[in-house]
Each structure stands twice: as C-alpha cells, then as structure tokens.
C-alpha cells in the first residue's frame, strides 16, 4: 500500500461517514492488510475530514469485546472534534448500525508522553494525566458487517467511532480510588440496563490507557497534553432507540446522560 492507497481508502471510509451510509469492504487495491496500513489510512481520514483530532478512543478492552468483532487484541481510533458532545446532548440515531451506548473511563492527558523505544509503565503513564471524567460513547461502524472484515480494516475504520459525549473532571480523589472495582451503572429511561466496573477494560481503565500510549509509540507519535482517551466500554453495550435517554453513573466519580432522536 502506498500513500495513494491510503489517500483513496480513507476518502471512501470518510464518504460513508458523512452519509451514514454502508460498504462490504474496501476495495482490494486499497485495502489495508496490516495495524500499520489500518492507522495509516485513519490518520488520512482525519487530515481529510478537516476535524480537531481531540484524543483517542479504545475498542474491543473485553474478551467478549474482541470475540465479537473477530480481532485478537484492543484497537485504537482518533476522536474528531465533529464528533465531540457534552452531557445532555441530543444524539441522532439516524443511519447508525450498532444503536448501542456505551459507558467509559476517560482521561485527559496532562503532559506529553512522546514517541519511544522503550515502553511506558502504568505508574509513568498515570503521572501524566491531568483529570479523570464519565463518558458516553455511541459507536458505529462503516461497514456493513463490522464483525467479520478484520483488525485492519477497523482500524481505518477510526475503530468504530462516532458519537462520543464527555462529562465533567470527576472532582473526587480518584487517583486513591481502585478502579478496576469500581462500579458503573447504565441506566435507561431511568431503569438499571447494564452494569459493570473498570475490570472489564483490559483489567483495569489504568491498564487501557498504558496499552494506548505504547501503541501510539508504535503506530503514531504518542499521546499530547490535552489528548482525552476514552479506554473502552466497562458494561455490556445497551441498545438504544429513539426518544431512550441514557444515563451513565460512575458513582462518586460522576455521571452523564444523553437522549437519543
């Protein structure tokens, strides 16, 4: 694959995302068959939407996460700023496939963690962040059966990305809290829909986010102060329909809702 590929991959890809419409799969002579060609064409599709690149979203931290989609390990995705929303936020639920919401540690980066050889610790990643905050992501994908087209593919794909809605900086000391027991609620229309805790984010939501910082390490260029990195989702996916409103209740740490029309 060469930068032309990428350009005329991540065209199409970017194309189905602004119509909300579907493909099988990428053409062959521009399919990625490799991590390194999937981030490369990602990295395009961002340059070509003209969008902020605010951060990073994890997929696939589960088991059962990764046994759906066919990959055999977490994928990463940018977080464009079109796709940014904040609590209370009114989502449509047009064209999209997956109609799922799903509730997420997310961190905000507070210094720079660049590009390197040798990999990062927890403990070093951790140092770097600046604040700790719930968060809703509406995922879906641009092909048509996003189970079966392979790692590669999703990856180009910005990892299923879509809607993403933050909620404030959690104002309790959460560096002293155990995050992988921590408890979050999903709630539906003011009823319990799924539950969970951080263990269901690769372990730990801590451990997501040094798996994201050296992949970046190996695939991109590290992660920035001010980068927010949504670490995957820590309760199994609730379905949603038009006129669902979601709640997302990380206890103490704070919550957020959203409506979808």
């Known amino acids: ?77 940018r977080l464009l700023s079109a796709r940014s929303l904040e609590g209370g936020a009114r989502i449509s639920l047009s064209g999209n496939n997956m109609k799922v919401a799903e509730a997420e540690f997310a961190f905000r980066m507070g210094a720079n963690l660049p590009k390197r050889a040798a990999p990062y610790g927890v403990t070093e990643v951790l140092a770097a962040v600046g604040s700790l905050h719930p968060s809703i992501e509406v995922p879906d994908s641009r092909f048509e059966d996003f189970t079966r087209v392979g790692a590669a593919q999703l990856i180009a794909d910005i990892a299923c990305g879509c809607w993403f809605a933050v909620g404030p900086a959690a104002r309790a000391d959460w560096r002293a809290i155990d995050l ?38 190996t695939y991109g260029e590290g992660l920035r102060a001010g980068d927010l990195v949504m670490t995957g ?29």
Not at 52 to 58: A, D, N, T
Not at 184 to 194: F, I, M
Not at 204 to 217: G, H, M, S, T, V
Not at 237 to 256: C, H, M, N, Q, Y
């Open 180 to 217: 992988a027991h921590h408890r979050v609620n999903a709630y539906r229309n003011g009823a319990l829909a799924g539950e969970g805790s951080g263990a269901n984010v690769l372990g730990d939501p801590r451990i997501a986010l040094a798996w994201i910082a050296n992949e970046l390490c």
């Open 233 to 261: 989702t820590c309760v199994i996916p609730v379905t949603v329909s038009a006129e669902d409103r979601i709640k997302a209740d990380f206890g103490e740490l704070g919550s957020l809702e959203v409506e979808f029309v």
């Open 1 to 77: 694959m060469d930068q032309q590929d990428a350009r005329s991959a991540a065209a199409i890809l970017l194309q189905h995302l602004q119509r909300t419409t579907r493909l099988d799969e990428l053409p062959a002579e521009c399919r990625p068959a490799s991590r390194a060609q999937g981030y490369a064409i990602q990295a395009e599709l961002a340059r070509q939407s003209g969008h902020e690149v605010l951060g990073w979203k994890i997929a696939a931290t589960s088991k059962a996460g990764q046994q759906h989609i066919k990959v055999d390990g977490p994928i990463a995705g």
